[in-house]
């Protein structure tokens, strides 16, 4: 049972274009979100969050969108860059997750190439 | 600098045998973790601690052991149990919050 889902394995855009990687989630109770950078053979980097109760964060060329009646979030990358060329996994943390003080359940990833 | 490193880089089991991977932060986090990366499939949750000498299974643990004999280290010990390690093995810490920073990462292969 997947709780966080990433339909899209895969989206290619043009530099300086637009990226929007999307995100889909089923539990509710799920109180914070985040988006990880991952470069192959390294560990992920965190990217940008925002929490249950806002609708819209942003980071510079990062924002990142939730619509909690349609449990979705999407991040929006622009303008796009070659360097961000990377796998994007989507997070949401549990806060009802055993003992742990820390629960994140990770989406499956969505690698982007931006082209030059 | 601050960080989490993880050695090695790539490891090598042979059938029936165990391994150790490991995981040391300068970040003065309580809060560690393992996670398992696997092609196509997002991180999975095989061991997390709160605290020294104490940590719990995540999602995963089978197959797995680990120790939290000090706050700076966590190691992940691959048993032979595990019939499927072949995998990109991932150490985080936290704080208090929720944001995980995370290691480098070990690439576990199977000879």
């Known amino acids: 049972d997947q709780q966080v889902k990433q339909n899209s394995p895969s989206l290619s855009v043009q530099e300086g274009r637009i990226s929007i990687l999307n995100c889909d989630y089923t539990?509710?109770?799920?109180?914070?979100f985040l988006w990880y950078k991952k470069y192959p053979a390294e560990g992920p980097t965190f990217l940008i969050s925002?929490?249950?109760?806002?609708d819209k964060n942003e980071d510079g060329r990062f924002t990142v969108f939730l619509n909690k009646s349609a449990k979705h979030l999407s991040l929006h990358i622009v303008p796009s860059q070659p360097g961000d060329s990377a796998v994007y996994f989507c997070?949401?943390?549990?806060?009802?997750?055993?003992?742990?003080?820390?629960?994140?359940?990770f989406g499956t990833g969505t690698l982007l190439a931006v082209q030059p | 600098d601050g960080g989490i490193t993880q050695s090695p880089k790539y490891l090598f089991r042979k059938e029936g045998q165990n391994v150790t991977l490991s995981c040391e932060q300068n970040?003065?986090?309580?809060?560690m973790y393992w996670y398992r990366q696997d092609p196509g499939q997002g991180l999975r949750l095989i061991y997390y601690?709160?605290?020294?000498?104490?940590?719990q299974k995540g999602d995963i643990a089978e197959g797995y052991s680990v120790s939290r004999e000090k706050k700076e280290s966590f190691p992940l010990t691959v048993t032979s149990a595990q019939k499927n390690p072949t995998a990109f093995y991932l150490c985080?810490?936290?704080?208090?919050?929720?944001?995980?920073?995370f290691g480098s990462g070990t690439q576990l292969s199977v000879l």
């Open positions: 985080a810490s936290s704080a208090s919050g929720e944001k995980l920073f």
């Open positions: 539990n509710s109770m799920f109180d914070y």
């Open positions: 925002i929490s249950s109760i806002k």
């Open positions: 997070a949401a943390h549990n806060p009802n997750y055993g003992g742990a003080t820390n629960k994140l359940i």
């Open positions: 970040l003065n986090h309580d809060a």
């Open positions: 601690s709160q605290i020294v000498n104490d940590f």
